[in-house]
Antibody, heavy 116, light 106 residues
């Protein structure tokens, strides 16, 4: 079975940093594009970042470009999101999601709270 | 950015009713549209992609149609397990979600 398990969330002050991880199993990780999607309380999901399977395409939402960095380690079957200069409005559940345009598998999410 | 607008925001229907949700894109997205179901505290679940293709294992009472800027999602016979929030999402240019439609049982 496909499994995506996020970790690394927590409470951080505005201006701080966090690094999220996503451990993938049950499929050939290197063959799939991967995404980070976030969802603030009571809001619709919002795409954050995308990385193609071949590592040649990376895309960010305007709201995080220049502050967040997506990366992956295919040997470790892991996806990462380095988040810096965090803002209160970055507070959300962050999901790791597999797939090109329409992710077909999602993790359970990790909570990121930015607050003083 | 492409904006996605869903209607209605909330829908209340009886068991067995036909339920329809509309999703409009601010510019043409061809057939590059997906629908997701999300239950409280859970991740979204893919139901439909390419506007009308049912994901494996999804019950046939769910269907989708449309292209360009106008899309429709239908549940032919509402079941108790269908209580959830449903989102459309375009993937023609980057990816954006609609604001969601909450489906409740009357």
């Amino acid at each position: 079975d496909v499994q995506l398990v996020e970790s690394g969330g927590g409470l951080v002050q505005p201006g701080g940093s966090l690094r999220l991880s996503c451990a993938a199993s049950g499929f050939t990780f290197r063959a799939y594009s991967m995404n980070w999607v976030r969802q603030a309380p009571g809001k619709a999901p919002e795409w954050v970042a995308y990385m193609s399977a071949r590592l040649n395409t990376i895309t960010y939402a305007d709201s995080v470009r220049g502050r967040f960095t997506i990366s992956r380690d295919n040997d470790r079957q892991s996806l990462f999101l380095q988040m810096t200069s965090l803002r209160v409005e970055d507070t959300a559940v962050y999901y790791c999601a597999r797939g090109e345009g329409f992710p077909d598998s999602w993790g359970q999410g990790t909570q990121v709270t930015v607050s003083s | 950015d492409i904006q996605m607008t869903q209607s209605p925001s909330t829908l209340s229907a009886s068991i067995g009713d036909r339920v329809t949700i509309t999703c409009r894109a601010s510019q043409r997205v061809s057939q590059w549209l997906a629908w997701y179901q999300q239950k409280p505290g859970k991740a979204p679940k893919l139901l439909i992609y390419k506007a009308s293709t049912l994901e494996d294992g999804v019950p046939s009472r769910f269907s989708g149609s449309g292209s360009g800027t106008e899309f429709t999602f239908t549940i032919t016979s509402l079941q108790p397990d269908d209580v959830a929030t449903y989102y459309c999402q375009q993937y023609n240019i980057f990816r954006t979600f609609g604001q969601g439609t909450k489906v409740e049982i009357k």
